[in-house]
């Protein structure tokens, strides 16, 4: 049985997710026809019953995708890769038995994480088969379904196509071996929904490492048939999402780079033989770009950070900045802190029927988070993309018409921008290369603008 979520929770949600761009699919379910008013309290429940969806065992990177009779040419098609490499890929589920499940009552279970790793291969798909999207397009796209309110009919050509990655082709060797990138998912989302992103890192020389925190996603299934299904409560109140910031996704990044270390000191496995774990950056999506800045915080393993339109949840940034270079991509919000200086208290106090103390809070709150962090970081704005331009979910919509490729909104040239500017950086930071993009007054795109914050400024003058 769904939970049930009163008025007043509601509407503090939607103001919520107004102010600090919570969610991935608000824009996508309205824009595949379904309610977004019902998108907001579906996301807010804290579980669906999967039960029909997820009877069969599909997290390993060698199963077979379920036989569907729709047509191949209604699949969604991925951009060729722009690097000199062809992409592996392999999945893997790791255990944090230090810590206990905080999302189930078992006393006797333990954290689980699947880890989907993408990496550099000189191999083809004449050798080695291509990865589905999903290999279990059914399961997914019902969980999708109850997650997102979006018709698994509409989501379904996404989660029956191919991708580029050749599952378990050998890692090209390399003399200096490859940087590494965490990924984080946004709140809601899985790790392996960024592949226009994810697989074009790889192709350029560098390791991905895609962590999914389970139970804040809205489908994780283990080998051992076991199914976490999506947990959301309290998610509109602020001080929750900095503890589970704190004290769930940044603990499952630094495990995660534990155990990293501890597979490159073995060097059995020739991935692991190329990880160069003197230089890794992060990056992550809606949630999980505040999670790139809350483990770079935490951690000095962690050397430069993207945050894909996140807020900035958790510990609030010292005055010194991120520790690193850092790289905040944004949507609509050219102008988004002094549009929300702007905003009227009293009003959307009105309009979403909540206290106006609330609403004066929330706005104090989330322009601090964000002023103190963008003084110091570069800080890139989208004027004609979306929340969700971030992942591979818009690709839908492009190719089955609910986008105009040749506009500026386009999903493929958004893509590739965030794929420019997320390589730039990166290579600055990480390999030491002259940056192209990151100049001020250099807007290489329209509608796409570069702002250096004051603080960095001040650090690259000296």
């Keep these: 049985m769904k939970s049930k979520i009163t008025t007043g929770r509601k509407n503090r949600l939607l103001l919520f997710t107004l102010l600090c761009s919570l969610f991935v699919f608000s824009s996508a379910s309205q824009a595949l026809g379904t309610d977004g008013s019902q998108q907001s309290i579906a996301i ?68 689980e994480l699947m880890i989907q790793v ?42 029956l196509s191919t991708t580029h990655s050749l599952i378990k082709a050998p890692i090209a060797k ?40 389970t139970y804040n996603s809205f489908l ?13 409560h309290h998610i509109e109140n ?54 790139s800045a809350q483990v770079m915080l935490a951690d000095k393993r962690v050397k430069a950070g993207v945050n894909m339109d996140g807020s900035f949840y958790g510990k609030l940034v010292p005055d010194t900045g991120i520790p690193g270079p850092f790289l905040y991509m944004g949507a609509n919000d050219a102008d988004g802190l002094q549009n929300m200086e702007n905003m009227d208290p009293k009003e959307l106090a009105v309009e979403h ?20 962090a963008l003084r110091h970081s570069y800080s890139l704005s989208f004027k004609h993309a979306n929340h969700e331009t971030f992942c591979d979910f818009p690709i839908l919509m492009e190719q089955f018409g609910q986008i105009k490729a040749s506009s500026l909104n386009s999903v493929t040239r958004h893509h590739r921008i965030i794929n ?24 290489k795109y329209e509608g796409v603008t570069l702002t250096i914050g004051e603080g960095l400024k001040e650090k690259i003058r000296n």
């Design 44 to 111: 807010a429940e804290s579980s669906a019953s999967y039960t029909a969806a997820t009877t069969v065992d599909t997290t390993t990177t060698t199963s077979k995708p379920a036989s569907h009779s729709t047509d191949k040419a209604t699949n969604v098609q991925f951009p060729s890769l722009a690097g000199p490499y062809q992409v592996g890929t392999e999945t893997f589920h790791w255990i944090d038995k230090s810590r206990p499940e905080r999302f189930t009552a078992s006393k006797h279970d333990h954290r």
């Design 118 to 159: 993408w990496y550099p291969t000189k191999a083809t798909s004449a050798s080695y088969k291509r990865q589905p999207f999903s290999d279990n397009p059914t399961a997914h796209a019902k969980a999708f379904e109850s997650y997102a309110q979006v018709p698994a009919s509409k989501s379904m050509p996404l989660f």
């Design 174 to 213: 390399n003399k200096q071996k490859y940087p590494v990138l965490i990924f984080s998912h946004g709140f809601g989302a899985r790790n392996d929904s960024y592949r226009f992103l994810t697989e074009q890192l790889a192709s350029q020389g560098y390791i991905i490492v895609s962590v999914q925190h």
């Design 220 to 232: 994780t299934q283990f080998p051992t048939g076991k199914v976490a299904p999506y947990v959301g």
């Design 238 to 291: 602020y001080a929750y999402m900095d503890r589970l910031i704190t004290n769930v996704w940044v603990k499952d990044i630094q495990f995660v780079l534990d155990r990293l270390e501890q597979l490159a000191q073995k060097n059995k496995d020739p991935i692991w033989k190329q990880l160069d774990l003197k230089r890794i950056g992060m990056l992550g999506h809606s949630f999980g770009g505040a999670a």
């Design 353 to 372: 029927e909540i206290r106006v103390e609330e609403v004066k809070e929330l706005l104090n709150d989330t322009s601090k988070r964000y002023k103190q």
């Design 420 to 443: 420019e500017y997320a390589l730039d950086f990166f290579d600055h930071a990480l390999k030491g290369k002259r940056t192209t993009l990151l100049s001020e007054n250099k807007n």
